[in-house]
């Protein structure tokens, strides 16, 4: 079956510092894979998205996400943390099968001053 | 702003009643997906329509139901409501299918007593 996996639930990094937000992916085929963050009573905002070719893709707001096909995984970085990155964020994989989206349950990530 | 608009922001009804939640989609996009987003169960998605076809079904319950116009807006209907069905209800829609990046409304908080 199509998954999507978020192990951690928060991640907490001091503000300058690098970050890692990490997502682990299940599918047949080639994934299509995106991130998205939800910051306090918004609505999610696309981030990147990785369908074919680079395997670095870089997106809004400094961040970008490394697609590594031996270890199923589209882990999310950014360089050096800002406060205002705090958010929740969510991978999310399509299937392929019906054409829908699986998001994962999100990582609560936390700069601290 | 992405877009997107849902109507009303919020929501208070009590238990078995009926509501209707209202989504205008981007201009140019003919996907509208429907989520459900709670505190115990992250986000759910419930259904996806395009070009006012139902193109793919989530989670979604029996008592609800959506439509999608032939002016692009989408509905989404609940009824029988419990107080398990509180939740944050977001529209997104996007250009195609769900290869594409989606856009989130600002959601529509529902609150049963």
């Known amino acids: 079956a199509q998954s999507v996996a978020q192990p951690e639930d928060q991640v907490n990094v001091a503000e300058g510092n690098p970050l890692t937000v990490k997502c682990t992916y299940s599918?047949?085929?080639?994934?299509?894979l995106f991130w998205y963050v939800q910051y306090p009573n918004r609505g999610l905002q696309f981030l990147l998205k990785?369908?074919?070719?680079?395997?670095l893709v870089k997106g809004s707001y400094g961040f970008e996400a490394e697609f590594n096909k031996s270890q199923t995984s589209f882990h999310l970085k950014k360089p050096s943390a800002l406060v205002s990155d705090s958010a929740l964020y969510f991978c999310?994989?399509?299937?392929?099968?019906?054409?829908?989206?699986?998001f994962g349950k999100g990582t609560r990530l936390h700069i601290l001053p | 702003d992405s877009g997107v608009t849902q109507t009303p922001k919020h929501l208070i009804t009590a238990t078995g009643q009926r509501v209707t939640l209202r989504c205008s989609p981007r201009?140019?996009?003919?996907?509208v997906y429907w989520y459900q987003q709670s505190l115990d169960q992250g986000l759910q998605f419930l259904i996806q329509?395009?070009?006012?076809?139902?193109?793919a079904k989530g989670n979604i319950l029996e008592r609800f139901s959506a439509q999608q116009f032939p002016d692009l807006h989408s509905e989404l209907n609940l009824s029988s409501l419990e107080l398990g069905d509180s939740a944050l209800y977001f529209c997104?829609?996007?250009?195609?299918?769900?290869?594409?990046?989606?856009?989130f409304g600002p959601g529509t908080r529902l609150t049963v007593t």
């Open positions: 997104a829609s996007s250009v195609a299918g769900s290869a594409y990046e989606q856009y």
């Open positions: 599918v047949s085929g080639n994934p299509y």
């Open positions: 990785y369908i074919t070719g680079d395997n």
């Open positions: 999310a994989v399509r299937d392929f099968r019906d054409d829908k989206i699986i």
């Open positions: 201009s140019g996009d003919l996907s």
């Open positions: 329509y395009y070009n006012g076809e139902e193109r």
